[in-house]
């Protein structure tokens, strides 16, 4: 966990999410706790906002999801990530600042994409990878995908576990880095349930399958 001064970019302590489920626009209006959310494509006017919460990220935090050390998020990267030709990206946002960031990326096999997301540390194990895990799954008859695809460390317990429970195709043999398929087949939102986070004995966030229960989608 970034130990570094979070300023605003850390979760309020508020009431338990609110359940229930229906259509996700393309743009989703999320609540955790007492926060609101909102997420919604990133477009290039953004590149400050996603640079700052990179740098406010830890560098573990980065690792994971760049899959090596990553020195600098640069605006080329980003007009790279809000091209459509190249895919959909998505941005959460919370009070304005950037807090998290979802990439949905062509990978040239026609209905299939390359997920990956980022979010920054406060914002762990507060359920924020299930919702967005969600949003894109409702968004893919939208965007044509049948069958989404993403890269991650096999140590990553937390995304494997969330891939998992949404009825990923995981390798038969393990490697540092495995790739994890989800056929989108009678796959819907409703069925990818809200991560639930406990404490290991030595003190890190780890994933638990009990006590799974469905995020709150405000929609406007």
Request: proline share 7%; hydrophobic share 40%.
């Amino acid at each position: 966990m970034n130990t570094r001064r979070q300023g605003r970019s850390a979760p309020p302590r508020g009431p338990r999410t609110v359940r229930g489920t229906q259509p996700i626009p393309q743009v989703l209006i999320t609540r955790i706790g007492a926060a609101e959310l909102v997420t919604r494509p990133l477009a290039v006017s953004d590149a400050p906002a996603v640079q700052a919460m990179h740098e406010r990220c830890s560098a573990d935090t980065l690792r994971l999801r760049y899959l090596g050390p990553f020195p600098k998020m640069s605006e080329r990267m980003i007009a790279f990530f809000a091209d459509p030709a190249r895919g959909r990206s998505l941005v959460t946002t919370y009070q304005g600042e950037v807090v998290a960031m979802t990439n949905v990326m062509n990978t040239g096999e026609p209905g299939v994409a390359e997920m990956a997301f980022l979010i920054e540390d406060p914002w762990q194990g507060q359920g924020l990878g299930g919702i967005l895990l969600r949003h894109v799954i409702a968004m893919a008859p939208v965007w044509k995908l049948d069958e989404l695809t993403a890269s991650m460390y096999a140590t990553n317990r937390r995304m494997l576990a969330l891939m998992r429970r949404s009825g990923a195709l995981l390798p038969t043999r393990f490697s540092a880095v495995i790739e994890v398929r989800l056929p989108l087949t009678g796959v819907t939102a409703d069925t990818v349930a809200r991560d639930t986070v406990a404490r290991d004995t030595v003190g890190r966030d780890t994933v638990t399958r009990d006590t799974v229960a469905r995020d709150t989608l405000v929609h406007r």
